[in-house]
């Protein structure tokens, strides 16, 4: 149980372009998504929090301008990386509570590469 | 000094052999601690939790606890190269809530045939 799916896995796009991860929760309800983004061989790093019905939370350095956060429903979480340049190819993971105690459930990953 | 340190490695071990990996956190109240293991290219996936002082045991991993010391650690018994992966430490300063995790930056841990 507690599974979240993640889409796309990878996606190529020109510079300048929008591209748009989701993160849906299958088997329960996620009122809170964690937005991560990761540089090879490097460590997590949390861009945002975001919670069903209200503004997400971004930390210190992260434009929220480029950085969309939706949180519309309890069951989706949606990241949209907006004007997109060759700095912004990562890997980007998102992440929700278990709505047991236990930790947090992670999508797969988003894979972008900005050309 | 960071919330949640490990030593980021690499750590390398031959097959067999016990993985002992170390993680210390600064927040006294921390009451929840968890270990990830990310393998190269995917996310993490949890492995081991942990809420009381002393070991847990789950299969070839067994969690440590000292909250006096604050330290949680991570032993991997008869190491296999499978096990090569990435081990993040996460903790919680809340029991049960999870929404203020943090993370440590992870060991690199490389089991060598």
């Known amino acids: 149980g507690a599974v979240v799916s993640q889409h796309p896995s990878r996606v190529i796009c020109k510079s300048g372009t929008s591209v748009k991860i989701e993160c849906r929760s299958l088997?329960?309800?996620?009122?809170?998504m964690f937005w991560y983004r990761q540089f090879p061989k490097q460590s997590l790093m949390l861009m945002a929090t975001s919670n069903e019905g209200s503004k997400a939370t971004y930390e210190q350095g992260v434009e929220k301008d480029k950085f969309l956060i939706n949180h519309a429903s309890l069951t989706l979480s949606t990241l949209t990386v907006t004007s997109a340049h060759p700095e912004d190819s990562s890997f980007y993971i998102c992440?929700?509570?278990?709505?047991?105690?236990?930790?947090?459930?992670f999508g797969s990953g988003t894979r972008l590469t900005v050309v | 000094q960071k919330e949640v340190e490990q030593n980021s490695g690499p750590l390398s071990v031959p097959e067999g052999a016990i993985a002992s990996l170390n993680c210390t956190y600064s927040?006294?109240?921390?009451?929840?601690f968890f270990w990830y293991r990310q393998y190269s290219g995917k996310s993490p996936e949890l492995i081991m939790s942990?809420?009381?002082?002393g070991d847990k045991e789950d299969g070839r991993f067994t969690a440590q606890l000292n909250k006096a010391s604050q330290y949680v650690s991570l032993l991997i018994r008869d190491s296999q190269p499978s096990d090569s992966a990435t081990y993040l430490c996460a903790v919680s300063a809340i029991l049960y809530n999870n929404n203020d995790m943090r993370f440590g930056a992870g060991t690199r841990l490389t089991v060598k045939p």
């Open positions: 927040d006294r109240v921390s009451q929840s």
């Open positions: 942990i809420y009381s002082n």
């Open positions: 992440s929700a509570p278990r709505p047991t105690w236990g930790g947090y459930t």
């Open positions: 088997d329960f309800q996620a009122t809170t």
